[in-house]
Each structure stands twice: as C-alpha cells, then as structure tokens.
C-alpha cells in the first residue's frame, strides 16, 4: 500500500493531467458522437437510397474494424490526404495528436449511437406517427416532437453504456502519443519501474470516472421515469 501512495504522491501531477485528457477526449467524442450518430440514424432510415446505402455501408464498416486500426488509419491516413491539422502544443498536448484522436473515436462512436437511435425510433408504436401525421403534423415535426421524446425512455440506457464505454476507449488513442490515463500510467512505469502500481491506480480512477456518469445517468433515468408517469 504504501507503494501505491508514494507513486500517487510523487507522480499526481501526470496522473491529473492524464484525466483532463481523458475527460476531454471523452466529453467532446460523446458530444460529437451523438449528433454524427443520431444524423447516421434518420440516413439509414431514410427513403433515399443512396443516404441509406452510405449509412449501411458505414456502420457495418467500422463495426466490423478494431478501433485501434481507425485511430491509426485516421491519424497517418488525414496528411496523406492532404489534411493538416497544426501541431501545436498547449499545455504539453500536442493539439493536431489530439484532434486525430477525437476523429477516429467520432467516428467509431457514430456508428454505434446511429444503431441505438435507430433502434429507439423503431421501437416506438407506429399508430403514433400515424396519429400525428393524420392531425396534420409533418414528418420533421413528428419525429422531433413526437417520436424522439418517446424514443428516450428505450434510448437512453443503452446510449448510457455507450457513454461509459467511450470513457474506457479513450485509453486507446495513448498509442498516438496523447496524454491520456493510460499514457500517464506507462510513463510512470518507466520512470518508477513499478509494473503494476500505476496500472492499478489508473483502473481506479477509471472506475471513479465511470461510477460517476453511471450515477449522473441513473439520476437522470429515473428523472424521466417520474415525468413519464405524470404524464
């Protein structure tokens, strides 16, 4: 125990700087990821079949890939394409390392959350779309006002665990060289030569991490849950 104590003492300030990286990558992929998603979504449902056509073709692609290969393809792939994102470094973070990393885990992230969004619309009774198109409702106004509010109780524990899932991928853009958790824990490992204190220490910060969205989200469930039964 006290190992543990004198290496997270000794070395704090990486293991912070770790979490600010993680919870950026993190909080901005979930943001990003949700809108490219939930975008994702209305094309594979649309009735244009080269929307549909793309967005099958997308999803079945980066689910059928390992991320890690789409954080290098991304990472190596955007300057031979001609894309160059200003190597900068601010407050020891390499900014063009860490706009790769937060593209590649968009990406991977919006195929998930376009199957999650989509699952949801569809699991909400048809008669309703029915219903309100009969009153007179558009089909834009229906989904956005009708459909979705009714879609969020099936939406949101899965979009939950895709969030909590988001935070522990976000270890995996450490191989470009960003700063994150796990990047700190195996700089502390070489400069300490402790193998596995700070590998335990950074699961435990990961698990604090995660135990608090986990509890943000069930909050919010249960929330929804009493407004639900008002109604």
Same mark, same amino acid.
């Given at each position: 125990m006290a190992v543990f104590w004198k290496i997270l003492v000794k070395y704090r300030m990486l293991f912070i700087g770790g979490v600010k990286i993680t919870l950026i990558v993190s909080i901005l992929t979930i943001i990003l990821g949700t809108i490219f998603g939930i975008l994702m979504a209305f094309m594979k449902m649309s009735k244009i079949k080269p929307l549909r056509w793309f967005a099958n073709a997308y999803v079945e692609f980066i689910r059928g890939?390992?991320? *890690? &290969?789409?954080? @290098? *393809? &991304?990472?190596?792939?955007?300057?031979?394409?001609?894309?160059?994102?200003? @190597?900068?470094?601010?407050?020891?973070?390499?900014?063009?390392? *860490?706009?790769?990393?937060?593209?590649? #885990? +968009?990406?991977? $992230? +919006?195929?998930?959350?376009? /199957?999650? &969004?989509?699952?949801?619309?569809?699991? &909400?009774?048809?008669?309703? $779309? /029915?219903? @309100? *198109?009969? #009153?007179?409702m558009g089909k834009t106004r229906t989904l956005l006002c009708i459909v979705l509010p009714q879609a969020m109780k099936s939406i949101l524990p899965s979009m939950g665990n895709e969030f909590i899932t988001i935070i522990k991928t976000s270890s995996q853009v450490s191989v470009i060289g960003i700063g994150e958790l796990m990047y700190a824990a195996d700089t502390v490992r070489g400069i300490s030569f402790q193998p596995m204190a700070p590998l335990i220490i950074v699961a435990l910060i990961y698990f604090l991490i995660t135990s608090v969205f986990s509890f943000a989200l069930k909050k919010t469930e249960k929330r929804m849950a009493r407004s639900t039964q008002r109604a």
């Amino acid at each position: 125990m006290a190992v543990f104590w004198k290496i997270l003492v000794k070395y704090r300030m990486l293991f912070i700087g770790g979490v600010k990286i993680t919870l950026i990558v993190s909080i901005l992929t979930i943001i990003l990821g949700t809108i490219f998603g939930i975008l994702m979504a209305f094309m594979k449902m649309s009735k244009i079949k080269p929307l549909r056509w793309f967005a099958n073709a997308y999803v079945e692609f980066i689910r059928g890939t390992p991320v *890690l &290969v789409q954080i @290098s *393809l &991304v990472f190596y792939g955007l300057p031979m394409m001609g894309v160059h994102i200003p @190597s900068i470094m601010i407050g020891g973070t390499d900014i063009s390392r *860490l706009a790769a990393g937060i593209i590649a #885990l +968009t990406i991977n $992230t +919006t195929a998930y959350i376009c /199957e999650i &969004v989509r699952g949801g619309i569809l699991s &909400v009774d048809r008669g309703q $779309t /029915e219903a @309100s *198109l009969a #009153l007179g409702m558009g089909k834009t106004r229906t989904l956005l006002c009708i459909v979705l509010p009714q879609a969020m109780k099936s939406i949101l524990p899965s979009m939950g665990n895709e969030f909590i899932t988001i935070i522990k991928t976000s270890s995996q853009v450490s191989v470009i060289g960003i700063g994150e958790l796990m990047y700190a824990a195996d700089t502390v490992r070489g400069i300490s030569f402790q193998p596995m204190a700070p590998l335990i220490i950074v699961a435990l910060i990961y698990f604090l991490i995660t135990s608090v969205f986990s509890f943000a989200l069930k909050k919010t469930e249960k929330r929804m849950a009493r407004s639900t039964q008002r109604a």
